[in-house]
């Protein structure tokens, strides 16, 4: 499968942990987006990564969440200290040029 | 304020019957607007883009800027056109998309 991939696809955590999820992208893609998805919205963006340049993060990215894409291929986001406000699905993706974007399968983080 | 709105949640439709999935937008500028579909199971994928003006699964959807809606048609509802809908917008240099909240597509046989 040459689609974006994400991992883990689901995580259970206790409140106050911290979790770190993966995504890799489509490999020719220099584009790498992240979103969040609540139960009954649709999703939202958080943070844009062109190659391993960090270039937007939305207000939804609070201090707690932090994104990382070393060497402009796979990407992490890492929650720390996590809330039962953060339960949600976490979707990765990519781009090659262009609005026109690939969507991973998706993290669901549920936290406890 | 950018913003994407779907007013339905639940769309019920026979199986046959026209579809027409609602979206009216927000935006300061010339977004491109998108059609994306989620089925059962399965990742969130794009059906269609404005500037494409193609028909994809049988699906149309037209830019209207004067009510600044671009609804999803289909004159011929199929059961496996059962998913979920998102209407969607990009129009910074991001390309970030912002999305509407999702219709869900139901066809009764």
């Known amino acids: 499968d040459t689609g974006v991939s994400q991992d883990p696809r689901h995580k259970i955590t206790k409140r106050g942990q911290n979790v770190t999820f993966r995504c890799d992208p489509i490999?020719?893609?220099?584009?790498l987006y992240w979103y969040r998805q609540t139960l009954g919205q649709g999703p939202e963006f958080l943070t844009y990564f062109q190659n391993e340049a960090q270039l937007e993060k939305s207000r939804l990215l609070s201090d707690r969440f932090s994104a990382e894409r070393p060497k402009g291929s796979f990407s992490t986001l890492e929650i720390q200290r996590t809330e039962q406000g953060d339960s949600a699905m976490y979707l990765c993706?990519?781009?090659?040029?262009?609005?026109?974007?690939?969507f991973g399968p998706g993290t669901r983080l549920t936290v406890t | 304020a950018q913003r994407v709105t779907q007013p339905e949640k639940l769309l019920s439709v026979f199986k046959g019957a026209p579809v027409e999935l609602k979206c009216n937008y927000s935006y300061s500028g010339s977004p491109e607007l998108f059609w994306y579909v989620q089925y059962s199971r399965q990742r969130l994928q794009l059906l269609l883009r404005h500037i494409s003006r193609e028909s994809i699964k049988g699906f149309t959807a037209d830019l209207n800027k004067g009510e600044t809606s671009f609804h999803l048609k289909k004159p011929f509802a199929q059961e496996e056109d059962s998913a979920m809908y998102y209407c969607?917008?990009?129009?910074?240099?991001?390309?970030?998309?912002?999305f509407g909240k999702g219709t869900r597509l139901h066809i009764l046989p």
């Open positions: 490999s020719e893609h220099n584009r």
């Open positions: 969607a917008l990009s129009g910074s240099r991001d390309d970030k998309i912002i």
């Open positions: 993706a990519s781009s090659p040029r262009g609005p026109e974007q690939y």
